[in-house]
Nanobody
């Protein structure tokens, strides 16, 4: 099992930056793909970025060039650096993990989820 706890959500103005963190505990030794998702109330959860245990990454088109996903395996902590934020980035952001799989940006691929952290971007 893997337990995930997100932090770092806040309210910022458009153009600003935020850094989200996700602390993992439990089985953090097995090769793990970890990802960030976001969800606006009433809409489907969408993938933002994933970092896989083979060190490859994938980003949603809407965040490419603005967001950077990284993972510190020693701690272990997953981060999401978000720059040039836009009002449409406003959402609840979730951290997710799956062991022994090079996953993508589909929520169904991930059995382990955090509780979420709110990001609000005002214009």
């Amino acid at each position: 099992q893997v337990q995930l706890v997100e932090s770092g959500g806040d309210s910022v103005q458009a153009g600003g930056s935020l850094r989200l963190s996700c602390a993992a505990s439990g089985d953090t030794v097995s090769p793990t793909s970890m990802a960030w998702f976001r969800q606006v109330q009433g809409k489907e959860r969408e993938g933002v970025a994933v970092t896989r245990y083979d060190y490859t990454t994938t980003y949603a088109e809407s965040v490419k060039g603005r967001f950077t996903i990284s993972k510190d395996n020693a701690k272990p902590i997953l981060s999401l650096q978000m720059d040039s934020l836009k009002p449409e980035d406003t959402a609840m952001y979730y951290c997710a993990a799956v062991r022994w799989r090079t996953a993508g940006l589909t929520p169904a691929e991930y059995p382990h989820w955090g509780q979420g952290t709110q990001v609000t971007v005002s214009s």
